[in-house]
């Protein structure tokens, strides 16, 4: 069945520093690829998303980068910041279902 | 934007007792809404997708008698959990769809965090 993997599952990187997730979708009819940030106890939270038709996205320190042949998609965060500690989740959609990765823990050391 | 609330956010039941929870959405409608379970450091699981004035698709292995799900209107959704035991303790979200390009954009509840004791 529709499958999305999400590495990797914890990420430590100094404050500063780049932070790069990546995931993997085995439905090719999807066509939209959001992520989401969640913190403890909390709603997720869209922060950046990228639809089939575009290749490359940027929004400030978040860029998302799509490989539709390859059906990879990955999420940078350049310029890290404690704030940016939380789970993120990739997700890949053709229609309406969402088919979520794993969750990757980012952890920004101070 | 659109905004979705749900309620309740936390929720404390014995062990034999049915719970609801209610998700609406505020500033849209939505003709579909989604129900996740989320576990402990885990990711979000679709247990049931909400269609208003039908019933609700379930996903495998998820138990229909045992989670309810009620779509009357375009703003609301429900989901109750029946004869509550310990192991439906969980975080369950749901979420809602705003229609737009070709794909839906999901917006989601802050969740409710559910402890059957």
């Known amino acids: 069945g529709e499958n999305v993997e999400q590495h990797p599952s914890t990420l430590s990187v100094q404050e500063g520093d780049s932070a790069v997730i990546k995931c993997t979708y085995s439905d090719s009819a999807s066509n939209y690829f959001p992520w989401y940030k969640q913190e403890l106890g909390k709603r997720p939270q869209l922060i950046i998303d990228?639809?089939?038709?575009?290749g490359e996205k940027k929004d400030q320190r978040i860029a998302v980068t799509l490989n539709k042949t390859a059906k990879h998609f990955s999420l940078h965060i350049t310029e890290t910041q404690p704030e940016d500690s939380a789970v993120y989740f990739c997700?890949?959609?053709?229609?309406?279902?969402?088919?979520f990765g794993t969750g990757t823990r980012l952890k920004v050391l101070a | 934007g659109a905004v979705v609330s749900q309620h309740p956010s936390r929720v404390i039941c014995k062990s034999g007792t049915s719970v609801k929870i209610e998700c609406r959405s505020l500033?849209?409608?939505?003709?579909?809404m989604f129900w996740y379970r989320q576990f402990p450091k885990q990711s979000l699981m679709l247990m049931a997708t909400s269609n208003e004035g039908s019933k609700a698709t379930y996903e495998q292995g998820v138990e229909k008698d045992k989670f309810l799900i009620n779509h009357a209107s375009l703003t609301l959704s429900t989901l109750t959990v029946t004869s509550a035991h310990p192991e439906d303790s969980s975080f369950y979200i749901c979420?809602?769809?705003?229609?737009?390009?070709?794909?839906?954009?999901?917006?989601f509840g802050a969740g409710s965090r559910l402890t059957v004791l």
């Open positions: 979420s809602a769809s705003l229609s737009g390009g070709g794909a839906n954009v999901l917006t």
């Open positions: 500033d849209f409608q939505a003709t579909t």
């Open positions: 997700a890949a959609t053709g229609t309406y279902k969402y088919i």
């Open positions: 990228i639809r089939s038709n575009v």
